[in-house]
């Protein structure tokens, strides 16, 4: 997942204060930076990885005010290149609604696994609600507590290419940056641990549903299989290794 306008004054080159805004060594400026990745972008080019975006950002994450300085014009490279890029966005409004029918059908299929007295009914109703609520929560779960941080959201959208199709949401980078680093690390962790309470969720009416054992055992591997993935792909690369990137630049704030 992916951060207003900045009252500081002073030359590009230098943060209020006297700070220097240049990365150990590195002798572009974080004006330099932008204004060459801003060029890219009018070339058509978008890919911010390779624009060297991601390595700027740093600079100004560990620091409150550069981060309020130049939080603006961040987001407007972000915007610009997610927009070209990711083709199927949805307004927020239009992914939480579809996203709160998916919770309500999941809640639906509890309300079978308990008054069905048929145990495929009854199995089906409990499955169907871990896995609707395993997709459904996610996105509304970074929605709210970004919300409740003063994250804000741009869109709903799904990456041309990904499979398994999914949601995403995408932040308002400014906001974003803006953020204090704990609140960040909040919002990208309640997501996935929405997502994997979900399953145990459905599981807790099991008992007093007439659900087979089947069944059980299928919602298990649900939740099982999300931890799984967790623990080998999301602390590389999904949303906890950013929740430990952003608390290590509250670790640095703090630090001074």
């Known amino acids: ?14 943060a209020p204060g006297g700070r220097d805004e240049r990365s ?12 060459r990745i801003e060029a890219a972008l009018d070339e058509g080019r978008s890919d911010l990885g390779r624009l060297g975006f991601w390595r700027v950002l740093p600079r100004i994450k560990a620091d409150p005010a550069l981060a309020d300085r130049w939080a603006d014009r961040a987001g407007r490279i972000d915007a610009t290149a997610f927009e070209r890029r990711v083709p199927w966005r949805f307004p927020i ?7 709160v029918a998916g919770v309500t059908l999941g809640a639906a299929g509890i309300v079978a696994a308990l008054r069905s007295d048929d145990e495929l009914v009854a199995g089906a109703g409990l499955i ?3 896995g609707a609520w395993s997709v459904s929560v996610h996105g509304l779960a970074h929605w709210a507590v970004g919300r409740a941080t003063g994250i804000r959201f ?34 990208h962790a309640a997501g ?3 997502t994997k309470l979900a399953p145990f969720v459905a599981l807790a009416f099991a008992p007093a549903s007439g659900a087979p054992g089947w069944a059980v055992w299928i919602v298990i591997a649900i939740g099982a299989g999300q931890i799984a993935t967790d623990v080998l792909f999301s602390t590389k690369s999904g949303d906890w290794s950013k ?9 640095r704030r703090v630090a001074g």
């Open 192 to 194: 996935a641990i929405a």
């Open 128 to 130: 169907l609600a871990a």
């Open 154 to 187: 741009t869109s709903y959208f799904f990456r041309p290419g990904q499979f398994p199709p999914r949601p995403g949401i995408k932040t308002d980078y400014a906001t974003y940056l803006r953020a204090e680093p704990s609140s960040r690390a909040a919002m």
């Open 24 to 35: 150990g060594g590195a002798d572009e400026s974080l004006e330099d930076a932008f204004e």
């Open 93 to 99: 409004w239009l992914g939480n609604a579809a996203l």
């Open 1 to 14: 997942m992916d951060e207003a306008h900045s009252t500081n004054s002073g030359p590009p080159g230098a």
């Open 243 to 251: 929740v430990a990137r952003e608390r290590a630049f509250g670790v």
